[in-house]
């Protein structure tokens, strides 16, 4: 191989990996907010949600 090859191709990998490295990096931040948020604003437990109930079909 030549040296051209080998510095185009190692170039090339270096800005692969630092580019995967930065989003891993910034969905971790991500999700450590959202999990923060969640955990600060729990949904509502499903017995104090109001519904009516729903009524059977007679026709059956």
Partial sequence: M???????FSGGMVSLVTTLIVL????????REQ???????????PESIKSTPLKED???
């Fill in 35 to 45: 999990s923060k948020k969640t955990a600060e604003n729990p949904a509502h437990p």
């Fill in 24 to 31: 891993f990096v910034a969905d971790y931040f991500a999700r």
């Fill in 58 to 60: 007679q026709t059956a």
């Fill in 2 to 8: 030549s040296r051209d090859f080998i510095l185009i």
